[in-house]
């Protein structure tokens, strides 16, 4: 089965609080690639990251940090001092040839409140 | 330049209506598709061209006309809507023709609400 879950379903913080997106997806498949997405509420889905299954590596940008664990098939998004701008659905998504080279499976989405 | 344009960004129709929605991409993307989300969900995959071609219909209704007129441009008939058509209307693009491992890049959307 191929299947990505995003447990939490709304997360709200006060700014400048850390916050962390939690990711986890189900394959067989050995190669595969998963993405992150932010959609603010002008609808425009934006893309975050791409990781593929062989990079096990952390990845930081500017306040972002994404900590990619096969072991437990987790794929987390964590933000450092959120900001309101932060706001917005958050959606994890995985990619497997197995499944579909076109299809992404994609997560029910965290929508994140930040607080001013 | 990752910037995929979609017009319009709103539209109302009524279900006797024809309207088209359209996408452009400038990146040299071989690979266009076509999403729809309901509030408060993920995207759907409706159709995906690959180098101008049909690769995949998620056996969308007729009354969806997917047309993709050169390698910049994609295109989507609309006729004869339903009211549970409303939704959110996303454009994307990427990279690989085979669609893998490769991100799709958003358009803004069109929000589309059959009256």
């Known amino acids: 089965a191929q299947k990505v879950t995003q447990a939490q379903t709304e997360i709200s913080v006060v700014e400048k609080e850390d916050v962390t997106l939690d990711c986890v997806y189900e394959?067989?498949?050995?190669?595969?690639?998963l993405f992150w997405y932010k959609q603010p509420p002008s609808g425009e889905l934006v893309f975050l990251i791409r990781?593929?299954?062989?990079d096990e590596q952390n990845e930081i940008s500017g306040r972002y940090s994404w900590n990619f664990q096969k072991s437990t098939s987790s794929f987390n998004f964590t933000i450092t001092a959120s900001q309101v701008v932060d706001s917005a659905v958050y959606f994890c998504?995985?990619?497997?040839?197995?499944?579909?080279?076109?299809?992404?499976?994609w997560g029910a989405g965290t929508k994140l409140i930040i607080k001013p | 330049d990752t910037e995929v344009t979609q017009t319009p960004k709103h539209l109302v129709m009524g279900m006797t209506n024809k309207k088209s929605l359209k996408c452009e991409q400038h990146?040299?993307?071989?690979?266009m598709y076509w999403y729809k989300q309901k509030a408060k969900k993920p995207p759907e995959l409706m159709f995906v061209?690959?180098?101008?071609?049909?690769?995949i219909n998620e056996s969308v209704p007729s009354r969806f006309s997917p047309e993709c007129p050169n390698s910049s441009l994609l295109n989507l008939h609309l006729h004869a809507l339903q009211p549970e058509d409303s939704a959110l209307y996303l454009c994307?693009?990427?990279?690989?023709?085979?669609?893998?491992?490769?991100?799709?890049?958003f358009g803004p959307g069109t929000r589309l609400t059959v009256t």
């Open positions: 994307a693009s990427s990279h690989s023709s085979t669609g893998f491992s490769y991100e799709q890049y």
């Open positions: 990146m040299g993307h071989r690979a």
């Open positions: 061209y690959s180098y101008e071609k049909l690769s």
């Open positions: 394959t067989r498949d050995t190669t595969y690639y």
């Open positions: 990781r593929n299954s062989f």
């Open positions: 998504a995985l990619n497997s040839a197995m499944y579909s080279n076109y299809q992404l499976i």
